[in-house]
């Protein structure tokens, strides 16, 4: 869920800026006059989305081809070391992602709930819980949703649409384009904690995967546990859990697959983040 690095951050008036760099050199007001609801958005759409900075009309492009003239502040450097600071600009970004999207003809393809009574809203579940996503925000379980995490995966979910189904055709993350690096993310986040939790208790981690609407995997499998688990309406994860075996050596092992389908609903990070956060509820359900 990272932003880009530096190389692959575009050049703005021949110089290469991240979102917190290029925002010293607006005014700074929110005035929305470049179709963004924030300075901190309008940054982030140019500097990652590549969108024409000269909308904002007091941009002093002048001092950004010379380097910039602007100091930063103590408070621009308060902000450039919280990456919840960085989280939350690319929230607003994906916000002004879903502005025009017809919540009537995505529904379908999301596994969402619609209603022509409440028209900018629907409803789905995330790992069990229930989220009402409209285009001013978004609540889980009735409550407002505030980790910029969270709401960074659920804007992806949205923005993207999604398209075919779950086909039920497994793949290893190792199978998906680009994933080398992600394929250690996901064990050291997801399935090693998983295997080192629940080790000697395979019944724990099956009534634990009910609790989030899982239910057992049907078909051939040498695992000693075999759960699908509906993370999102049309992403589930395939949880494999083989128990340790001391007399012969064997430690506890987790294997988490993905719907051959999976990247037509998140890119690649997304998707490492959504196996993490599966993780995450399952250790916390664990009481």
């Not at 960074?152 to 398209?163: D, E, F, H």
Request: hydrophobic letters at 40%; charged letters at 25%; one cysteine or more.
């Amino acid at each position: 869920m990272a932003g880009p690095s530096r190389q692959d951050e575009p050049a703005v008036f021949g110089i290469t800026l991240n979102p917190l760099e290029f925002i010293r050199y607006t005014a700074r007001t929110n005035c929305g006059e470049c179709g963004h609801p924030t300075c901190l958005a309008f940054s982030v759409a140019v500097t990652i989305g590549g969108a024409d900075p000269s909308k904002c009309p007091y941009l002093e492009p002048a001092g950004l081809a010379c380097g910039g003239s602007r100091e930063p502040d103590a408070g621009m450097e308060q902000v450039e070391r919280g990456q919840e600071e960085r989280d939350m600009a690319l929230v607003a970004h994906l916000k002004t992602k879903v502005q025009d999207i017809s919540f009537a003809d995505i529904a379908p393809r999301l596994g969402a709930r619609w209603s022509a009574e409440q028209p900018d809203l629907i409803r789905f579940r995330y790992l069990g819980r229930m989220v009402e996503f409209s285009k001013d925000g978004m609540r889980m379980d009735g409550d407002v949703l505030v980790d910029p995490r969270d709401q960074i995966l659920l804007y992806n979910y949205v923005a993207l649409g999604g398209s075919e189904p779950p086909s039920g055709e497994w793949l290893g993350m190792e199978s998906l384009p680009n994933s080398i690096s992600k394929v250690r993310t996901l064990s050291a986040y997801c399935e090693q904690p998983l295997a080192r939790r629940f080790a000697g208790r395979c019944t724990v981690l099956a009534g634990i995967c009910r609790q989030v609407g899982g239910e057992p995997a049907r078909g051939d499998s040498s695992a000693d546990l075999a759960f699908i688990v509906p993370v999102l309406p049309h992403l589930p994860h395939y949880l494999l859990f083989w128990d340790q075996d001391p007399e012969e050596g064997f430690e506890s092992r987790v294997k988490v697959l993905f719907d051959r389908h999976v990247l037509e609903y998140l890119d690649i990070e997304s998707l490492v983040f959504t196996a993490e956060r599966m993780a995450e509820h399952l250790l916390e359900l664990d009481t």
